[in-house]
């Protein structure tokens, strides 16, 4: 019964060995056919293998899969295969941009071996670094130029927009003054105007005035005339035009102020 189980699992065990050994066998063919996706799918089988990872991580990364091999590549733990685990995760990293992570991984794996290949990435990579930092600070000193050239534009506009602010605002001011200085001339010339015509008025109440007075001068002294006594040459003269008209009047000899005194006083 012991040896019929023993048979059993051995059977197993060979059959289990044998299918292992076809997928690898066929992983390893289509690796080195280029079918890199086939070889993926038959190393998926045998990835918990000894070897299984890092097979599967090296087709990773000839798919360009680079994320995926990097994961499997960390999966590696056999001491044997460490220094090449090293080399392609520097690889991997280097094709993922990360030159620093690359550096690091190469130069853990030269601990471990002295290989000219990774001795000639490591290298390659610092000049690479060394070339990118002087590009950025190029690139930096570009930026750094253009922000400058920005903000001297700006500071150049804000003092063209704070000159044509305060010519603007002399302009108006002068503008002010202007229309300030009109109005003032406008209202002299109406003050001047007002005055005259003040001016016009009063001496057309001065004449008329004048002209009042005359006029109660000529009718005061027409009074005075009425009032005179007429003298006998004057009579005589009047009663010549009666006659002639033909009035038939007695004048009444008016007596003067001496004649009154006299009669009053003869003596």
């Given at each position: 019964?012991?040896?019929?189980?023993?048979?059993?699992?051995?059977?197993?065990?060979?059959?289990?060995?044998?299918?292992?050994?076809?997928?690898?066998?066929?992983?390893?063919n289509?690796?080195?056919?280029?079918?890199?996706?086939?070889?993926?799918?038959?190393?998926?089988?045998?990835?918990n293998?000894?070897?299984?990872?890092?097979?599967?991580?090296?087709?990773?990364?000839?798919?360009?899969?680079?994320?995926?091999?990097?994961?499997?590549y960390?999966?590696?733990?056999?001491?044997?295969?460490?220094f090449?685990?090293?080399?392609?995760?520097?690889n991997?990293?280097?094709?993922?941009?990360?030159?620093?992570?690359?550096?690091?991984?190469?130069?853990?794996?030269?601990?471990?071996?002295?290989?000219?290949?990774?001795?000639?990435?490591?290298?390659?990579?610092?000049?690479?670094?060394?070339?990118?930092?002087?590009?950025?600070?190029?690139?930096?000193?570009?930026?750094?130029?253009?922000?400058?050239?920005?903000?001297?534009?700006?500071?150049?506009?804000?003092?063209?927009?704070?000159?044509?602010?305060?010519?603007?605002?002399?302009?108006?001011?002068?503008?002010?003054?202007?229309?300030?200085?009109?109005?003032?001339?406008?209202?002299?010339?109406?003050?001047?105007?007002?005055?005259?015509k003040?001016?016009?008025?009063?001496?057309?109440?001065?004449?008329?005035?004048?002209?009042?007075?005359?006029?109660?001068?000529?009718?005061q002294?027409?009074?005075?005339?009425?009032?005179?006594?007429?003298?006998d040459?004057?009579?005589?003269?009047?009663?010549?035009?009666?006659?002639?008209?033909?009035?038939?009047?007695?004048?009444?000899?008016?007596?003067?102020?001496?004649?009154?005194?006299?009669e009053?006083?003869?003596?």
């Amino acid at each position: 019964m012991k040896k019929l189980i023993l048979l059993i699992f051995c059977s197993v065990f060979l059959y289990a060995g044998l299918f292992d050994f076809r997928d690898i066998s066929k992983a390893e063919n289509s690796y080195k056919k280029g079918d890199y996706k086939s070889a993926i799918s038959a190393y998926k089988k045998v990835q918990n293998k000894e070897g299984g990872a890092y097979d599967l991580g090296n087709s990773y990364y000839k798919a360009k899969e680079y994320k995926k091999a990097l994961s499997e590549y960390e999966k590696v733990s056999d001491p044997k295969l460490q220094f090449q685990k090293l080399h392609n995760i520097g690889n991997t990293y280097a094709n993922l941009g990360k030159i620093d992570d690359a550096i690091k991984s190469y130069e853990e794996a030269l601990k471990i071996k002295k290989d000219k290949d990774t001795r000639y990435n490591l290298d390659l990579l610092k000049k690479q670094k060394k070339k990118q930092q002087k590009k950025n600070k190029k690139k930096d000193k570009k930026k750094n130029k253009k922000k400058s050239k920005k903000n001297d534009k700006k500071k150049q506009k804000k003092g063209d927009n704070q000159k044509k602010d305060k010519n603007q605002k002399r302009q108006q001011n002068n503008k002010q003054n202007k229309k300030g200085q009109k109005s003032r001339g406008d209202k002299q010339k109406q003050n001047q105007n007002r005055d005259k015509k003040q001016q016009q008025k009063q001496k057309q109440n001065k004449q008329q005035e004048k002209k009042k007075a005359q006029k109660q001068k000529q009718k005061q002294a027409q009074k005075k005339r009425k009032a005179e006594p007429i003298s006998d040459m004057e009579e005589r003269k009047y009663k010549k035009m009666l006659n002639q008209r033909g009035i038939n009047t007695l004048m009444l000899p008016l007596s003067t102020k001496q004649e009154k005194r006299n009669e009053e006083n003869p003596w």
